[in-house]
T-cell receptor
Framework: RKEVEQDPGPFNVPEGATVAFNCTYSNSASQSFFWYRQDCRKEPKLLMSVYSSGNEDGRFTAQLNRASQYISLLIRDSKLSDSATYLCVVNSAGGSYIPTFGRGTSLIVHP | DAGVIQSPRHEVTEMGQEVTLRCKPISGHNSLFWYRQTMMRGLELLIYFNNNVPIDDSGMPEDRFSAKMPNASFSTLKIQPSEPRDSAVYFC?????????????FGNGTRLTVT
């Protein structure tokens, strides 16, 4: 089992739709989690951290489920500009902290 | 605030040549990471430094790759000799101050093509 797994998609949704992505991780001792956004031929940029109690930033909601070892990202009222690849990052623990990236989920929002 | 600065943005070289990629982390960040991204393998961690000391280099593919961080504001990733399979986008990222809890901030990347 890969350390961090994501459905590659693409998720193809109309403007205004709600879309959700999941990301599973294998190391139960993982301590911190993030969602990044990467546009084509650009660097990954931090979208939001994921807190244990769940957190929201405008149209974006992130949640953590430690029991099932996954994090999720919910995007409400999708915009064309949300089209990108969404990467989850899990910081493993135990000696050295290694940020491990998922392969990313591609989102395409169409008119 | 200046972000992570990488140079060059693009590098095209012939097989067998030495390639040096450079990175200046965000001032005050004490961790620096080198990643490689390809379509086939996604983002792979090559090596990371904490307080200028290499902590984990298990991702460095082979002896042709080496990385240094002589001070808190500069790091290099060197490939010698380069091979076509090294073609990829190489990202440098920095974070701080809580290792393992602070998010990464990426530079624009160096797009390397080895012919």
């Amino acid at each position: 089992r890969k350390e961090v797994e994501q459905d590659p998609g693409p998720f193809n949704v109309p403007e205004g739709a709600t879309v959700a992505f999941n990301c599973t991780y294998s190391n139960s001792a993982s301590q911190s989690f993030f969602w990044y956004r990467q546009d084509c031929r650009k660097e990954p940029k931090l979208l939001m951290s994921v807190y244990s109690s769940g957190n929201e930033d405008g149209r974006f909601t992130a949640q953590l489920n430690r029991a099932s070892q996954y994090i999720s990202l919910l995007i409400r009222d999708s915009k064309l500009s949300d089209s990108a690849t969404y990467l989850c990052v899990v910081n493993s623990a135990g000696g050295s902290y290694i940020p491990t990236f998922g392969r990313g989920t591609s989102l395409i929002v169409h008119p | 605030d200046a972000g992570v600065i990488q140079s060059p943005r693009h590098e095209v070289t012939e097989m067998g040549q030495e390639v040096t990629l450079r990175c200046k982390p965000i001032s005050g960040h004490n961790s620096l990471f080198w990643y490689r991204q390809t379509m086939m393998r996604g983002l792979e961690l090559l090596i990371y430094f904490n307080n200028n000391v290499p902590i984990d280099d298990s991702g460095m593919p082979e002896d042709r790759f080496s990385a240094k961080m002589p001070n808190a504001s500069f790091s290099t990733l060197k490939i010698q000799p380069s091979e076509p399979r090294d073609s990829a986008v190489y990202f440098c990222a920095s974070s701080g101050p809580e290792l393992g809890r602070s998010p990464l901030h990426f530079g624009n990347g160096t797009r390397l093509t080895v012919t």
